[in-house]
């Protein structure tokens, strides 16, 4: 910005809006019916020209009104405002930027930052120098405040740690204390266990070879059976052999429901379920072994059998019936092969039995019996 002249040529130059002055100027009468009888005048000059594009343009340069005013003195006091940005330091080397306003003409400052006081060394400088701790909220200038290398916040000093896994410089709201080392370590770094919800560094972590959760390797433990890794808290203990190992590698007995291996299991061999040893019975007919709920019992004979090798009886009431299974052999002899028997050597035949029941009534029961014949 150059220094005002004798002869002031621009009026820009100490500040004047000539905009403001046309303005102004169209105010007078006498200017503003000079102008309006020009713009009627061009008006009705285009309408006779047509669509002359040529003759239209020169009557716009001929009759258009213009109005220009040039400055032919004046009088008054010229105070010029400047802006200027100002690089300082406060104690330090580290450098801070302020903008303020000058009057250069009375040497005086118009305009400057506001001045607040640091909290750390009771200095009042601009509050451009100064930042507030994300913590407590205090004010302080910058340089003096510690600086997260991680999210680039500012805080005091005492609120700043070293992560011991990174080596950076954060604040005490970004860190945790690991529950195993007790160091302080990034949340960001640290791991947090499925099964006891603690927080480590991620080198005391493994993998669940079974569900792929990570949890601390002090909450893992080797299964016996397989020989994988898999978490505590899903353990399971096999009733039979005391080997441990993870939930999914045992079977539930469908009476006891306590676990063993597939290995160590029995099986109905009507229902197939899956049972400790000893709890399966042998059917005495067909030497099945089943589950105790399969098998019913022979009012007769006593024997334990399969509930579809028993028979009901026909003449007790339906709450008094007996089942009854009979093996009967008769010593005799055809005289002659009857007809209806398609092998006389492996013959079948009908039988009404009767009995009496537990209650004295007493029952038939239709028996179909084999026969092995000889011939006389």
Not at 139 to 166: D, F, I, N, T, W
Not at 183 to 205: C, H, I, M, Q
Not at 255 to 269: D, G, I, R
Not at 342 to 357: H, T, V
Request: hydrophobic residues 35%; glycine residues 6%.
């Amino acid at each position: 910005m150059s220094p005002l002249t004798e002869n002031i040529e621009d009026p820009r130059d100490v500040g004047i809006n000539q905009d403001h002055f046309v303005e102004k100027a169209l105010l007078d009468p006498s200017l503003s019916e000079f102008c309006r009888f020009y713009r009627d005048r061009l008006s009705e000059e285009k309408q006779l020209v047509g669509e002359d594009d040529q003759k239209r343009k020169k009557l716009e340069d001929d009759l258009a009104p213009r109005i220009a005013i040039t400055v032919v003195g004046m009088q008054g006091t010229v105070r010029r405002e400047v802006k200027v940005k100002v690089i300082y330091s406060v104690g330090s080397d580290d450098l801070y930027e302020s903008i303020i306003q000058l009057v250069p003409s009375v040497n005086n400052i118009s305009v400057q930052p506001a001045k607040g006081t640091c909290s750390l060394t009771g200095t009042m400088v601009p509050v451009d120098c100064l930042a507030n701790c994300v913590i407590t909220g205090k004010s302080a200038l910058q340089h003096l405040l510690a600086h997260s290398e991680q999210s680039g916040r500012l805080a005091l000093p005492e609120y700043a740690k070293m992560c011991a896994v990174s080596g950076k410089r954060l604040l005490v709201d970004e860190i945790e204390t690991s529950a195993l080392t007790g160091k302080s370590v990034s949340k960001s770094l640290l791991k947090t266990s499925v099964v006891s919800g603690k927080k480590a560094e991620p080198n005391y972590f493994e993998t669940c070879e079974f569900t792929s959760t990570e949890a601390l390797k002090e909450e893992l433990a080797s299964s016996q059976i397989s020989g994988k890794r898999f978490r505590t808290d899903q353990r399971a203990v096999s009733a039979i052999s005391g080997k441990v190992g993870h939930q999914s590698e045992f079977i539930q007995c469908s009476e006891t429901n306590k676990y063993l291996s597939p290995s160590e299991a029995e099986h109905c061999q009507v229902t197939g379920r899956a049972v400790m040893p000893g709890i399966l019975q042998q059917c005495e007919e067909t030497g099945k072994r089943v589950l105790p709920s399969e098998l019913g019992k022979c009012v007769v004979t006593g024997k334990r059998v399969l509930h579809n090798l028993l028979v009901p009886s026909e003449v007790l009431p339906l709450s008094r019936q007996y089942s009854v299974v009979f093996k009967i052999k008769l010593p005799c002899r055809w005289r002659s092969v009857p007809r209806f028997f398609s092998d006389p050597q492996n013959a079948e035949i009908p039988l009404l039995l009767p009995f009496r029941g537990l209650d004295g009534a007493r029952a038939r029961t239709p028996l179909r019996l084999k026969r092995r014949s000889r011939r006389a």
